[in-house]
């Protein structure tokens, strides 16, 4: 499993291709890659199943969250894009990444904030607010999180 050091290094290199997304000038001038992956299989892979499965206005998407996640038609960076079925800007998508990055910042996954908070008490999971979203540690969302925070998710040649 993945360790500490390697999710230290993981969130270090997903906040500084976050200050790059808002213009700031660093080693990458471009943001299509990330140590979890590269962030067009985040948009890809992963974003999905957070639009769907948790940024609503009634779990994720929304300011006042500690883990506020955009999606389109939902909470946006731009207040007066709220509710617009629009794509998510490279912003927005490098946001999202760096904030599920940060929640998974554990000696393992298994014992992430990302990871433990939705899992069902019966398979390990440490109680979610809104009750189980993965049953199990074979949930597809999960599996995709997993794939995409160890650098193993599908490579689809950049961002959407």
Request: hydrophobic letters at 35%; one cysteine or more.
């Given at each position: ?99 599920l990055a940060a929640f998974a ?56």
């Open positions: 499993m993945i360790r500490a050091a390697y999710l230290s290094a993981l969130l270090s290199t997903a906040i500084l291709a976050s200050s790059s997304i808002a213009g700031c000038d660093g080693p990458e001038s471009s943001l299509t890659l990330l140590e979890t992956g590269p962030l067009g299989a985040y948009a890809t892979e992963v974003q999905p199943h957070v639009a769907e499965r948790c940024a609503s206005g009634g779990c994720h998407g929304r300011a006042d969250r500690r883990l506020r996640l955009y999606a389109p038609g939902h909470y946006r960076a731009d207040a007066s894009r709220l509710h617009l079925d629009e794509p998510l800007t490279q912003q927005e998508l490098g946001e999202n990444a760096r904030r910042h554990g000696s393992e996954l298994e014992s992430s904030e990302l990871f433990c908070k939705p899992l069902a008490l019966e398979a390990g999971g440490c109680a979610h607010g809104v009750g189980e979203v993965f049953v199990d540690w074979t949930d597809p969302t999960c599996l995709a999180l997993e794939r995409w925070l160890s650098g193993r998710a599908p490579v689809d040649g950049g961002l959407p």
